[in-house]
């Protein structure tokens, strides 16, 4: 467990560089009120630097546990330190600081603050940040240790990926940093589309924290709603739908300058073509029952349902008011997810489309027994092995979002209530159903033990469940 230790300490360190930006915003602001980032600094850079100066390892290797244990306490650890200025600055119990961190760090986009127009502009970058930390920190994460760990950290690796068996060169290196690159690259272009489009620079740069790493928090309490701006909608539409493809075809796509690359994707036209039908299908429906001219219809669905898939949680309207066919659409969107290898959460496209086609598969053994199908995905074969991890992880994601939708009934919240909730907290994507924590509302008023559970959830969604069970399991410890 020392290795364990000795990386976490960096990784404080590291994020209490962050504070920096947050305090020479105070600085251009001439407040005095910078205690609360001073105090996070100084207490996340000594205790990072306390452990990785006495738990220093004479060699840095891992055995699979320690892995699994590194990233489950790296995830936990963070939120618990970063809680720390908002908890000071704001009104709030730690509780609430805590929930609003976990939240941004899964870039989840659940939120327990109201009248975010006269929070200090310190504390909304830091949320923002914190959400754009997120969106890359397990990629990046588990690309980066791959050369050191070799084949102990492909596991962690394979479960923000499609699963299929890889290679670990020394060309991970160069694909990390295309990655980042990337990453950064579609953040400043977002900005400055938002800036173009009438956003102040301070919102501007927000947002493109926030959708990049579709993580959905905004500075206004009715999101991009507060603009009623058909450019900002289609701009952040644009947006989320780049974050929510798989980050290693985008990279590879821009560095052999082919775009054939990305065209080949069958994941990614599936997340393409699955978000224009829904579209389509909630667009007719606004037009025909809610008396939307056609354009503001199809702005409508477009902008709020991508929001969903991509779990990024912006919403321009409330959504919850269209009626109980749109409420059941959203209710079936908020499990989906974007594409394996982004920033967004959910079942990811690429199982629904193995699942799809092992259906497709079984119609067509029922009607020719004797037929041989080899199942494919992207010109690669689907084996049992595969089939399991995927079975059991969709078994996993649903028993996850039963469990915890229980624990809040059992606390008094309404079934729909519950079940969006958990479901949102599950799959990070940010704001339920219901009237409690629907669009147009936060999760304040949840009491401790939902906060702490919903938590709990966000945690386990981000780290695509299999992670923090393992770390949990008797087993693995006993081996």
């Not at 004479?58 to 995830?75: A, D, E, G, R």
């Not at 200025?85 to 976990?102: G, H, K, M, S």
């Amino acid at each position: 467990m020392q290795v364990s230790f000795y990386l976490l300490g960096i990784a404080l360190q590291g994020l209490s560089m962050f504070s920096i930006l947050p305090l020479i915003l105070n600085m251009l602001k001439k407040s005095q009120g910078n205690i609360p980032f001073l105090t996070f600094a100084i207490v996340s850079y000594t205790t990072g630097f306390s452990l990785s100066f006495f738990l220093k390892p004479k060699i840095i290797s891992m055995q699979y546990k320690q892995v699994f244990f590194f990233t489950s306490l790296l995830w936990i650890t963070i939120p618990l330190f970063a809680a720390i200025p908002l908890w000071i600055e704001l009104d709030i119990n730690y509780t609430d600081a805590f929930f609003e961190t976990v939240s941004a760090i899964t870039t989840t986009g659940a939120t327990v603050l109201a009248k975010l127009s006269i929070i200090e502009p310190e504390i909304l970058l830091w949320r923002s940040l914190l959400q754009w930390i997120g969106g890359i920190g397990f990629i990046a994460f588990t690309i980066a240790i791959l050369p050191f760990f070799h084949m102990k950290s492909i596991l962690l690796f394979q479960s923000e990926s499609t699963g299929w068996p890889m290679k670990v060169t020394s060309d991970f290196r160069d694909l990390f940093k295309n990655i980042l690159i990337f990453y950064a690259g579609l953040t400043i272009l977002c900005c400055c589309c938002y800036f173009i489009a009438g956003m102040t620079f301070f919102e501007a740069i927000n947002h493109a924290l926030t959708t990049v790493s579709t993580g959905g928090y905004s500075v206004f309490d009715n999101s991009l709603g507060y603009y009623d701006n058909y450019y900002i909608y289609w701009i952040a539409i644009l947006f989320m739908i780049l974050s929510s493809m798989t980050f290693i075809t985008l990279a590879k796509c821009i560095d052999k300058k082919k775009l054939n690359i990305l065209v080949a994707d069958s994941q990614i036209n599936f997340f393409v073509a699955f978000l224009m039908l829904f579209w389509l299908i909630v667009s007719i429906y606004l037009i025909f029952t809610r008396d939307y001219q056609w354009f503001d219809a199809l702005t409508a669905s477009a902008f709020n349902i991508t929001s969903i898939v991509t779990t990024t949680g912006y919403v321009s309207e409330d959504y919850a008011s269209w009626g109980n066919f749109a409420i059941a659409i959203f209710c079936l969107l908020l499990i989906v997810g974007g594409c394996s290898g982004s920033t967004a959460g959910g079942i990811k496209m690429f199982r629904i489309q193995i699942f799809f086609t092992t259906f497709l598969n079984h119609l067509k053994k029922t009607l020719q027994p004797y037929s041989v199908n080899l199942l494919t995905y992207n010109n690669k074969e689907i084996n049992s092995n595969i089939m399991l991890s995927l079975i059991g992880f969709a078994f996993a994601f649903i028993a996850c979002i039963f469990v915890i939708s229980l624990l809040l009934c059992l606390d008094g919240m309404s079934l729909l209530s519950s079940f969006s909730s958990s479901a949102s907290a599950v799959a990070n994507v940010g704001p339920g159903l219901g009237e409690i924590v629907g669009p147009s509302s936060n999760f304040a008023s949840l009491s401790t033990f939902s906060k702490w559970i919903l938590s709990f959830g966000m945690l386990l969604g981000r780290l695509e469940i299999t992670t923090l069970v393992i770390v949990c399991m008797p087993y693995l410890w006993t081996k």
